[in-house]
């Protein structure tokens, strides 16, 4: 018997990923056929293309309206003229259908006045994008369009330049250039536009970038940046920030998915807090200590550089639930300042005029003396009380808007004009205040003892017959109005409230909030270095005492928070198991909570 023929090996595997591929492309055709026209990105764009070719000048308005709300749209400063501020694009929810703008304004912050600049040749609307200021001109790359249900994206990979002079748009074709995204930031450094990372998202296939292209602007052309082997490099993220001075570029925070899937089987979305250094000579990049008093983990934050500081606010921390279908986002109002030269952070605190000029006095008063503001220790004037010294190096504790000491002084001065201040500090560098902060064996087993009995009572303890931030936020609530009576509050009173708490009392920073459920003695472990490098910026003690002044802060800060965490925890379960029900109902209509994590772009 003769043998059975045998075809060439692996042509059978070839067949059957062909007519994978090609039943794919047919389900992916049939599938687009079912979007409803509201939601056909492409004939919206082919629309808006349309629209835009009947233009055949430049018409600008003056003296219009601000622009309307909207998010994840660019600013950049007129290099030509620096009291000029042009801002294009963004996006705008409200609620039901998200709108994106494709118009140009340009703001004279001497006069406060805005113009309305329509051109022909715009780009088309879009969000998420990122732009460059270089002589007179504007560069703009990338960004995303969404169809009103945001069933449909579309990630741009076009580079347009505005000419500042004539307020004419053009779109540049250049070979080379990245792949379509949003999410990604680009930094000017010398006659080159740095253009890292990003994100692309079309609901079938989402993909994070970590990497590094670069325009020269001399003979515009891209060229993409490869890392060595073995060489430091950030990870893929979104929704980062770059800052440029002198021959150096630093990156902070982001947003990514991580595809180690999570219990439910959903990618795990991580917000970072990393910071890194590009020498955009070498393109060689190193990861820096976060010395200070660095900013927790965020994205989506803006920063601006004035001379060596980079000026950070605000951000937002999305957590993911239910399959990446409910989104909760922490909204941050916390600013801060990165010292380039020194590498270091500071926080920046909202002092009223009045406050200023008082701490101006209590500085000229003190002889011989170094006064400053915040967290570091001061020297005090001959007869000075020193309860207020006490109370400004509580400065970490008070720095949240939301805090009630500030509130109430802010009450006292209404109208009164704010400043920001930057808060100084001394401190050892990481590794350094940690070896400091190490005990021996003994001091470890006599902390442990002292830890347990703290934790038995913490919660026992009394604070005070004023009460707490922490304690009227815990009253409200539990629905008590200010003469103590009772007000049932409606699920989205309830969420706004959750919201605002958490971002006044800072419980966004998991190293000064415990976790639900730990205990003192946890909370501490987990957390002991930082404390006790907040004890040395007061103290400058070592060993075991350095240990017990990190501890007292950590039980004053667990202490503090115990009733708003109770009551969140509480609360938090309440609306989850509402959310539930909901969504069964809804799965039930055949309904589907669908978002996109504001932390992206």
Sequence with gaps: MGKKGKGKPGKGKEKTERKTAKAEAKKQRREEKQVDEEDDVDAILAKIAAEEAKKKEVHVDEGVPPPSPRCNATMVVNPLKDTELVIFGGEFYNGDKTHVYGDLYRFNADKATWRLVSSPNSPPPRSGHHAVAWKNFVFVFGGEFTSPNQERFHHFKDLWRLDLSTNQWEQLSLKGAPSPRSGHRMVLYKQRILLFGGFYDNLRDVRYFNDLHVLDLTDMKWAEVKPKPGAAWPSPRSAFQFAAHQDEVFLYGGYFKDHAKDADGTDRGVVLSDLWLLDPRSFEWNKVKRLGSPPSARAGFSLAVHRSRAILFGGVVDTEEKGGDVLRSTFLDDMFAFQMDARRWFPLLLRSQQQAKAAGRKAELTAGGEVTRGAKSTTLADGEDEEESDEEMEGRKSMQPGNEADSEEEEEEEGSESTWVEEEEEEEEDDES?????????????????????????????????????????????????????????????????????ADLGLADTERTPAPGESLRDFFARTGDHWQREAYQHTQRTGKELRKDGFDLCEARYRDLLPVLTELEKLEAEQKAEEEAEAAVNKGKGKKDKGRPASRR
């Design 434 to 502: 940690g070896e400091e902060g190490s005990g021996g064996e003994d001091d470890e087993d006599e902390d442990e003892d002292e830890n347990e009995s703290s934790d038995d009572d913490a919660s026992a303890k009394g604070t005070g017959s004023a009460p707490t931030a922490s304690e009227l936020a815990a009253a409200v609530l539990r629905g008590e109005g200010p003469a103590g009576g009772k007000r049932q509050l409606s699920r989205k009173e309830r969420r706004a409230e959750i919201d605002r708490i958490r």
